[in-house]
């Protein structure tokens, strides 16, 4: 593994670990049993990788050729679970409080490394079009977010929070175009930084895409 495909190796395990909190996290506020929570956070940090690889014919997928993404998700969950099972008192609603608000920057780092990642992964498998680097890109990194929110029973993620999914596809586009301008790795890194600056940015100052308000 070269110097860079170590460093989108590590990207990727920070994405995982993020988005398998957020998923676990919500099953622990769903009062789902262990398997519950394991199985909400493993769906979430791979969910979008299987969705973008059975996209681009990769088989089997990457969550099974090499299981240290589903692993790592795995030990995540379990960590929080175990770290929460005694917490529905005032104290466990406090420290769900916190990791509530330390999870929008994990989610939004999770977003944008997956976002590129799954560009990375098309172009590694000989594809090099705009709109489907762009759109695996986004299935990457919203789609496990989405199976997450289905599998909970929540109005999906992506269609009601502060820009989410079009954070996710501003920075693909950004990466889409880079890579091929100049080598892979800075532009890599640009794109994710696209799409956590947006996404930041939207749950700070809490922008929202226009919607229908009904009296």
Known sequence: ??????IIFIMEIIGTIAFASSGALLGIRKRMDVFGVCVLGVITAV???????VILGITPPGMFQNP?????????????????????????????????????VFDAIGL?????VGINTA??????????LTFVGVITGVGGGLLRDIMAQEKPYILTKHV??????????AC??????????????????????????????HWNLPRVNRE
């Open 164 to 173: 989410y999914a079009c954070a996710s596809i501003a920075g693909a586009l």
């Open 68 to 104: 240290v993404y589903t692993a790592t998700a795995m030990a995540v969950s379990l960590i929080l679970f175990i770290s929460n099972y005694k917490g529905r008192d005032k104290t466990g609603e406090k420290r769900l409080v916190i990791y509530d608000k330390v999870m929008t």
């Open 176 to 205: 889409a175009f880079l890579i091929r301008m100049m080598n892979r790795l800075p532009a890599t890194v640009i794109g994710a930084a696209v799409v956590i600056s947006i996404r930041m940015l939207a749950a700070h100052y």
């Open 47 to 53: 969910g979008g990788g299987l969705t973008r690889d």
């Open 123 to 132: 172009v590694d498998a000989g594809y090099n079009q705009l709109f489907l």
């Open 1 to 6: 593994m070269d110097h860079t495909g170590n």
């Open 112 to 116: 944008g490394i997956f976002t590129v």
